[in-house]
């Protein structure tokens, strides 16, 4: 080489060498396609994922658990996540069961204030595996590495913690605090909306609510799948000319003819307006 | 030294460096995936959950089917797997047993 060619060929060499080091770890062999996570599942497996989450979690009812296993699915609410698998589910008309399962998780974790940190998996890892965060196992069953959610006692076992969480099919009795018709013409669609509160005025998620109409249909629906509206919101897309009946199971609760109204714009044009519920638990 | 020299020198090290970047630092992200190629230790995490909600329904057909998704030649292995993980990981004893039971509850089914 020519010593009037200055130092070039050393950049040269350093952007080949950069260059093939790429091509070889991205192209060439990259990092196999096993030791994923959950974070990186197809969505159809997250939902499954987030299922046996919600279903661990009526088992075990441990909260912390279950938040931490949620964590690992990379969504950016994990209650909302919830929620809105459980909307996909209803509107499918796919397994009630699930759907209810899945809304007492979400209610469960609105009710809970979120934690100043990232929730962690239930613990740290104990195994030889790489110590990035992203990396860090979710080994539940060990508890006595700092950071764990979860009591030891003295032999190492863990202390259950008790959950806070009651169910969505234990309603508190819930009365009836108003009820009207809405004209909204910002809502372009005729909603049939429920508000369930407690005696302090906050909304209370997974309140589950039926929804009955000739000649024999019927639905369910939960407070708190719209968390962005209010914890205890729900509402249902109703037709015009259709009556109703709304009813909260284990309360008693029942209004008998819900009806949309018709409503009329300044400009004197008829819209479908909407019908809203305030319930509330006065305890 | 000779420029040759210099040129594979740097050449190898900016190469090492660019494995470097590509395996460790900002190595290929796989999206899409299937429960199959999940690590180990998240494969024992998702066992532990069927073996928990096993405990609380009893149906051993529901957890055999949940566990086949892991791609394990059977439930059993799947099992077996997840309990030489969690003892060397260091699961607390009630996790433990919680997998100890199902699999003996899959073994009984056979």
């Excluded at chain 1, 309603?171 to 005729?190: R, S, W």
């Excluded at chain 1, 205890?232 to 109204?261: C, H, K, N, Q, R």
């Excluded at chain 2, 566990?67 to 996790?95: H, I, M, Q, R």
């Amino acid at each position: 080489m020519n010593s009037d060619r200055g130092h070039w060929y050393l950049i040269t060499a350093l952007v080949l060498g950069v260059g093939l080091g790429l091509l070889f770890s991205w192209v060439i062999a990259p990092v196999s396609l096993e030791d994923t996570q959950p974070k990186n599942l197809h969505a159809d497996y997250k939902d499954l994922y987030r299922s046996l989450i919600a279903r661990a979690y009526q088992a075990n009812k441990n909260l912390q658990r279950a938040e931490a296993r949620l964590a690992l699915l990379g969504d950016e609410s994990p209650a909302q996540a919830l929620a809105a698998q459980a909307q996909r589910s209803l509107a499918e008309e796919g397994d009630q069961e699930m759907a209810r399962i899945l809304v007492n998780l979400s209610a469960a974790l609105q009710r809970t204030p979120s934690p100043e940190t990232t929730p962690s998996p239930p613990t740290q890892t104990l195994t030889p595996e790489t110590t990035t965060a992203e990396n860090s196992t979710p080994s539940p069953g060990s508890s006595s590495q700092t950071g764990t959610p979860e009591e030891s006692d003295a032999n190492g076992t863990q202390t259950e913690i008790p959950s806070p969480t009651p169910t969505a099919t234990n309603a508190p009795p819930f009365v009836k605090e108003d009820e009207g018709k809405l004209c909204d013409p910002a809502l372009t669609t005729p909603l049939i909306q429920v508000f369930a509160t407690n005696a302090d005025g906050e909304g209370i998620p997974g309140v589950e609510i039926k929804i009955s109409w000739p000649p024999d249909r019927q639905e369910t629906f939960f407070t708190g799948l719209k968390p962005e509206v209010d914890k205890g919101y729900a509402d249902f897309e109703a037709d015009m000319g259709v009556t109703y009946t709304i009813e909260m199971p284990g309360s008693g609760l029942v209004f008998p003819e819900v009806v949309i109204p018709e409503c009329t714009s300044d400009d004197g044009d008829p819209y479908p307006g909407s019908y809203q519920i305030y319930i509330t638990h006065p305890n | 030294m000779t420029r040759w020299t210099l040129f594979f020198i740097v050449m190898i090290i900016s190469l090492g460096a660019g494995l470097y970047y590509g395996w460790v630092i900002n190595p290929v992200e796989y999206e899409e995936t299937s429960l199959q190629t999940l690590r180990m230790d998240y494969k024992t995490d998702y066992t532990l959950m069927v073996a928990e909600v096993y405990k609380e329904n009893q149906d051993i057909t529901w957890a055999m089917n949940r566990l086949e998704l892991l791609g394990f030649s059977s439930p059993t292995v799947c099992l077996e797997n997840a309990l030489a993980f969690a003892s060397k990981a260091g699961y607390t004893l009630p996790d433990l047993y919680l997998l100890r039971d199902l699999k003996n509850a899959l073994e009984e089914s056979k």
